[in-house]
């Protein structure tokens, strides 16, 4: 690519002493793949770190066994993609490191359970933690922050679990990506990284929750036995509750529309409400905060997440078996009633041109107080 671009700058500077151009050089763009492009490719990397990992299994048997060596190996593999991405490579060469950075971690993570000994611990599962949200960071690569984001939330789970806290993952993961969300502007530099990592989080924060529905949560895997289902149900929905209340509240406070004390007490009671109906359809909480926040953002990715875990997670609700068809039925209509009857609410009694002008005459009075006076005399 640099030397293209030089032959081009000799050209242009030829064409210059015959005065056939003016100006200076200016190099030309380079094109970006398409999406679809970059997914395959990215298939292809993932693919591509099993091999690799499979080649050191079956020919370095003896040399996997021991866990320094695979700390060795495994941090080298991840620092020569990191040095490779950082130069930003062609297509080709930029997946294969991504396949030796995902080997690298596959190797990392089976040392540190060789060297803890025991699987159902909680350190193994930190350690892993803590160098998955390192990567996400560091690497200079989009796909392998959202992969490194996903690893360390199911790191994060495991954390959780083994500390007897399984009713704060749902909400933690929740908060955590909608913190990235509302805040990844606030740094040009930072905010693909921060938009990577709310994705990670949140491509496994959607089946996470839905394994709760379907009956094969983190405990049914494990065999074993967490807090009663009733208490650890109703915890983990209150937790969501207050992740909601924190989204709301955060765009209201960042609107440009000025909202009296009791409108806002009005939309905070109408979310409690929608919060507490909803208890029942175990994640639809998290598929109004996507949808919600993916609207005051305009980003469609997570609006379509939204959309797609709502219709996942009514739909599973509804074939459940825990209650009668009737029961269910009733408790989706009565649902669907209450965001009808906030939609009404809302063109009635809070039209934006109305709250944009009362808005606009606000902040003129505070300009001109005395012409206020005046107008009120």
């Known amino acids: 690519m640099k030397i293209q671009q030089t032959q081009q700058q000799r050209l242009w500077q030829r064409l210059q002493e015959k005065a056939l151009v003016n100006g200076e050089f200016q190099p030309a763009e380079t094109l970006d793949s398409p999406w679809f492009i970059k997914l395959l490719l990215a298939c292809s990397g993932w693919f591509a770190s099993l091999f690799i990992l499979g080649f050191f299994l079956l020919t370095l048997q003896d040399l ?9 190996v495994g941090s080298g593999m991840i620092l020569m993609a990191y040095q490779m991405l950082k130069n930003k490579p062609s297509e080709f060469l930029e997946h294969l490191m991504l396949a030796f950075s995902l080997a690298g971690q596959a190797l990392l993570a089976w040392a540190i359970f060789m060297i803890d000994n025991t699987v159902f611990s909680v350190f193994p599962w930190f350690a892993i933690f803590i160098i998955q949200s390192s990567l996400s960071l ?24 083994y500390l007897q806290l399984s009713a704060f993952t749902s909400a933690s993961l929740l908060l955590l990506a909608l913190f990235l969300v509302l805040n990844e502007w ?10 990577a990592i709310s994705y990670g ?34 915890l983990d929905e209150l937790l969501l509750l207050f992740t909601m209340l924190y989204l709301i ?11 009296p004390f009791n409108t806002k007490l009005a939309i905070i009671g109408a979310t409690i409400c929608l919060c507490l109906l909803s208890m029942q359809a175990s994640g639809i909480t998290i598929g109004f905060a996507l949808l919600i926040v993916g609207f005051s953002n305009s980003n ?49 009694w809070l039209n934006p041109m109305q709250i944009h002008s009362d808005s606009s005459e606000l902040s003129h009075k505070q300009l001109n107080p005395q012409q206020g006076d005046n107008d009120a005399i």
């Open 64 to 72: 996997v066994e021991n866990s320094a060596v695979c700390l060795v």
């Open 138 to 161: 560091i690497m200079p690569h989009y796909i392998h922050s959202v992969c490194s984001a996903f690893f360390a939330s199911i790191a994060l789970t495991m954390c959780f679990h």
């Open 186 to 195: 606030r740094s040009v530099k930072w905010q693909p990284t921060f938009e």
């Open 201 to 234: 989080i949140i491509l496994l924060l959607i089946p996470f929750k839905a394994s709760y529905i379907i009956g094969y949560d983190l405990a049914y895997w494990l065999n074993e036995t967490t807090l009663e289902q009733s208490w650890y149900y109703y």
């Open 249 to 259: 509240v955060t765009l209201m406070q960042r609107s440009q529309h000025h909202f």
């Open 300 to 348: 469609k990715v997570l609006q379509g997440l939204g959309i797609t875990s709502l219709l996942f997670y009514i739909s599973s609700y509804y074939y459940l078996l825990t209650l009668t068809l009737l029961e269910k039925s009733v408790i989706l209509f009565m649902m669907g009633l209450f965001i009808l009857a906030i939609r009404y609410a809302l063109l009635k």
